[in-house]
């Protein structure tokens, strides 16, 4: 009987095993925790091959200001289009830190919370990353008419998916 048991919880427990994409944007959501703005945190995981080339939040470079510390409340100064003059947006984090590390990202998969915006879909095609999982829309944050950062990356054959978190299941 204890063998029986035994065997129904190991049943159970390989049903349950979280999915890599269920672990990888779990990952940066926890990432995006990590921010310093006071704007919006977002994470992003960039992987290949079910392994993690590299990680990145949102916020300003390495070694200039934590944003909710110099400036709490009201964030960074605003560029001449209204936008953090400081931040780097997290995939471009995670991008960079790859590339300073001589990691190849081509064919790679990039999971972020919020989709790319315009700019970072650019680096995001241009650098080889193939497919895209987003979780929040980059245009409903900032009151646009439609993700041109999701609409780029098809255009120019990236796969780009809308991903919705899953019920946990007992």
């Not at 095609?125 to 780029?152: P, Q």
């Amino acid at each position: 009987m204890e063998f029986f048991v035994n065997l129904q919880l190991i049943s159970v427990k390989q049903m349950s095993k979280p999915s890599f994409d269920e672990i990888y944007m779990e990952l940066a959501e926890n990432l995006a925790r990590r921010s310093h703005c006071v704007k919006a945190q977002v994470g992003a995981v960039l992987t290949k091959d079910t392994r993690i080339v590299s990680l990145g939040y949102n916020g300003p470079p390495a070694g200039t200001h934590n944003c909710d510390l110099e400036w709490p409340g009201v964030g960074c100064p605003r560029d001449s289009k209204g936008s953090c003059s400081l931040a780097l947006h997290a995939e471009q984090n995670a991008i960079l830190y790859a590339s300073k590390n001589n990691v190849s990202i081509e064919g790679s998969t990039l999971y972020v919370t919020l989709s790319p915006c315009i700019s970072c879909a650019r680096v995001i095609y241009t650098t080889g990353i193939k497919k895209v999982y987003y979780m929040h829309s980059y245009a409903d944050f900032k009151g646009l008419a439609s993700d041109e950062g999701v609409d780029f990356l098809r255009k120019f054959g990236v796969e780009v998916h809308h991903y919705q978190k899953q019920a946990p299941t007992v």
